[in-house]
């Protein structure tokens, strides 16, 4: 149901989503609600009365323009305390959000929809993730210098997104990546390694990733690199392409 408070929308889901704190139960519902606080994704708001650990009112006031005067809570397990991790509204202007408990996401130790992990964010039931094998010619420069050439890419197309082109590790210039400990984490793909480039001009941080164990429902990219399209230069069949201006992985 889409709301004209600060563009702010929300909808029940049907699925089972449980999150833990240091291995505590804090919530298990089977009536989230989904909120798009922001335009790209949403976040899971859980009945008050599915909430297991105890919430303590940290003084704190969030304040928003669409949801009103959230309360800020400390969540309180037996073996740990994560301060600032919930919000409620009880005066919300959007009636559907005074009786729910937003956690901070990362605050959590895990989420789990149904029984499946999920990381970074909860699921956009809108948004879709195509994987598709394909002979188009994809060259990718940095620095004035090709590092990977691949006439066997996988293209991924994303809702709302770019698309990216994975590519065989053997078509990419192996000897100009750098290892990285960055990390970052998909909800539709796992969990991403990094490699920066010296292509002779400097070091290029963390232009590169990998998903080395994707989620089932991205398997067919497991071991391929892709490169930022931000942060390089693309071609596509001799096309260079403009630079996207969204710079998700």
């Given at each position: 149901?889409?709301?004209?408070?600060?563009?702010?929308?929300i909808?029940?889901s049907?699925?089972?989503?449980?999150?833990?704190l240091d291995?505590?139960?804090?919530a298990?519902?089977?009536?989230?609600?989904?909120?798009?606080?922001?335009p790209y994704y949403?976040?899971?708001?859980?009945?008050?009365?599915?909430?297991?650990?105890?919430?303590?009112?940290s003084g704190?006031?969030?304040?928003s323009?669409?949801?009103?005067d959230?309360?800020?809570?400390?969540?309180?397990?037996?073996?740990?305390?994560a301060?600032?991790?919930?919000?409620?509204?009880p005066?919300?202007?959007?009636?559907?959000l005074?009786?729910?408990?937003?956690?901070?996401?990362?605050?959590?130790s895990?989420?789990?929809?149904?029984d499946?992990?999920?990381?970074y964010?909860?699921r956009?039931p809108y948004?879709?993730?195509?994987?598709?094998?394909s002979?188009?010619?994809?060259?990718?420069e940095?620095d004035g210098v090709?590092?990977?050439?691949s006439?066997?890419?996988?293209i991924?197309?994303?809702?709302?997104?770019?698309?990216?082109?994975y590519l065989p590790?053997s078509?990419?210039?192996m000897d100009?990546?750098?290892g990285?400990a960055t990390?970052?984490?998909?909800?539709?793909?796992?969990?991403?390694?990094?490699?920066s480039?010296?292509?002779?001009?400097?070091?290029?941080?963390?232009?590169v990733w990998?998903?080395?164990?994707p989620?089932?429902e991205?398997?067919?990219?497991?071991?391929?690199?892709?490169?930022?399209?931000?942060?390089?230069?693309?071609f596509?069949?001799?096309?260079?392409q403009?630079?996207?201006l969204?710079?998700?992985?």
């Amino acid at each position: 149901m889409a709301s004209s408070q600060d563009a702010v929308r929300i909808e029940p889901s049907r699925k089972r989503v449980r999150t833990y704190l240091d291995g505590e139960l804090v919530a298990d519902t089977t009536r989230p609600f989904l909120v798009w606080e922001v335009p790209y994704y949403p976040v899971y708001y859980v009945p008050a009365a599915d909430v297991r650990a105890e919430l303590i009112p940290s003084g704190a006031t969030d304040r928003s323009p669409g949801r009103g005067d959230g309360e800020v809570l400390d969540v309180k397990v037996a073996g740990a305390t994560a301060q600032g991790a919930a919000l409620r509204y009880p005066a919300s202007p959007l009636e559907q959000l005074r009786g729910l408990i937003r956690f901070d996401f990362s605050a959590m130790s895990e989420w789990l929809e149904e029984d499946e992990p999920i990381y970074y964010h909860a699921r956009d039931p809108y948004s879709r993730v195509d994987i598709l094998g394909s002979s188009r010619h994809v060259r990718i420069e940095v620095d004035g210098v090709t590092v990977a050439d691949s006439r066997q890419p996988r293209i991924l197309f994303e809702t709302g997104l770019p698309p990216r082109y994975y590519l065989p590790l053997s078509d990419v210039r192996m000897d100009l990546l750098r290892g990285s400990a960055t990390q970052t984490h998909c909800p539709y793909k796992g969990t991403a390694s990094y490699w920066s480039v010296d292509a002779g001009q400097g070091l290029r941080e963390d232009i590169v990733w990998i998903y080395r164990s994707p989620l089932p429902e991205s398997q067919k990219i497991t071991g391929l690199a892709c490169f930022y399209d931000e942060k390089a230069t693309v071609f596509v069949d001799g096309v260079r392409q403009e630079k996207p201006l969204t710079p998700f992985s």
